[in-house]
């Protein structure tokens, strides 16, 4: 199973965190198993992600839409959004 995992940072945690709920059911109907969040201890609105998704080409599809662009734009996710896939061994 295919792992996407995501570091950002966002303009508000409480914000992000309303919006990214408001939003599972979207994640969940495109593919996306299992959601792991993390938060920094120094800085909380510094978060790490882990989505485990049912195929790469969901979790890619998922994530270039035009929804999911809004998506972020409203829960005040910063510029420097990086991502990386990963499979568990």
Same mark, same amino acid.
């Given at each position: 199973? &295919?792992v *996407?995992?995501?570091?950002?940072?966002?303009?508000?945690?409480?914000r992000?965190?309303q919006?990214? /709920?408001e939003?599972?059911?979207?994640? #969940?109907?495109?593919?996306?198993?299992?959601v792991?969040?993390?938060?920094? #201890?120094?800085? &909380?609105?510094?978060? *790490?992600? *882990?989505?485990?998704?049912d195929? /790469? /080409?969901?979790a890619?599809?998922?994530?270039?839409?035009?929804?999911?662009? #809004? #998506?972020?734009?409203?829960?005040?996710? *910063? &510029?420097?959004? /990086?991502?990386?896939?990963?499979?568990e061994?």
């Amino acid at each position: 199973m &295919p792992v *996407l995992m995501v570091r950002t940072d966002v303009e508000d945690f409480d914000r992000w965190k309303q919006v990214f /709920e408001e939003n599972a059911g979207a994640r #969940t109907a495109h593919g996306c198993r299992r959601v792991r969040r993390f938060r920094s #201890t120094a800085n &909380p609105n510094h978060l *790490l992600i *882990l989505f485990d998704w049912d195929t /790469e /080409e969901n979790a890619k599809a998922f994530s270039s839409s035009p929804q999911l662009a #809004t #998506t972020k734009a409203k829960a005040g996710i *910063l &510029p420097g959004l /990086e991502t990386a896939f990963f499979e568990e061994f």
